[in-house]
């Protein structure tokens, strides 16, 4: 199985200032059709988790664009502009490449 | 409005059965592929099962493999899931959700708890 880590475990963030999540997978997350399947998702305190990013760097609709995705083969960073009290949560990273899908451990946001 | 209710979540004893139901209403249910995910208290995130669009095609996690039946019925907007030998790892809350890869809408359910305990 393809083994996905995320770091930091825990993201202290100052209101307006910028945060990054880092993911890495334990081999190459593109696909034989050329694309790479990596998906960012954000679960908020009490709530089902919601996807923010696919296929890297694709922002879902809806999600505002101080959220970004970036990254390549093994190594994959979701950037946050400039954070906002509404992003506190736990985010997941989630390879869709490979057999069984598999989601990184979660890096908790919240607010210093 | 998009909809996912799961529903059949509830305490089991160790070795028991249980069968999951997700309906399904406010979008396409037939033309997508449909996925349970489970939650562990306080725990992370971990997919659990998959079912093509048609029912033609599956996929399990190996922890549940043998003991889970993923299964749909796109006339009745329904997604199911038979756990039987149940095991007190298999406590979560478990969602159903669409899951994408690709640049469709991802949607979830609120999720059902399921208790494994004596």
């Known amino acids: 199985d393809v083994v996905m880590t995320q770091s930091p475990l825990s993201l202290p963030v100052t209101l307006g200032q910028p945060a990054s999540i880092s993911c890495r997978s334990s081999?190459?997350?593109?696909?034989?059709?050329?694309?790479?399947?990596l998906n960012w998702f954000l679960q908020r305190p009490g709530q089902s988790p919601r996807r923010l990013i696919y296929?890297?760097?694709n922002r879902d609709s809806g999600v505002p664009d101080r959220f970004s995705g970036s990254g390549s083969g093994t190594d994959f960073t979701l950037k946050v502009s400039r954070v906002e009290a509404e992003d506190v949560g736990i985010y997941y990273c989630?390879?869709?490449?490979?057999?069984?899908?598999?989601f990184g451990g979660g890096t908790k946001v919240e607010i210093k | 409005e998009v909809q996912l209710v799961e529903s059949g979540g509830g305490l089991v004893q160790p070795g028991g059965s249980l069968r999951l139901s997700c309906a399904a209403s406010?979008?396409?249910?037939?033309?997508?592929?449909m996925n349970w995910v489970r939650q562990a208290p306080g725990k992370g995130l971990v997919w659990v099962s998959s079912?093509?669009?048609?029912?033609?095609?599956?996929s399990y996690a190996d922890s549940v493999r043998g003991r889970f039946t993923i299964s749909r019925d796109n006339a009745k907007n329904t997604l199911y899931l038979q756990m039987s030998s149940l095991r007190a790892e298999d406590t979560a809350v478990y969602y159903c959700?669409?899951?994408?890869?690709?640049?469709?809408?991802?949607?979830w359910g609120q999720g059902t708890l399921v208790t494994v305990s004596s």
């Open positions: 959700a669409t899951l994408p890869v690709v640049a469709v809408a991802d949607y």
């Open positions: 406010g979008f396409t249910f037939s033309s997508y592929w």
């Open positions: 079912i093509k669009s048609d029912g033609s095609s599956t």
């Open positions: 081999q190459s997350l593109v696909h034989s059709d050329g694309n790479t399947y």
């Open positions: 296929k890297v760097s």
């Open positions: 989630m390879q869709g490449t490979h057999w069984p899908r598999t």
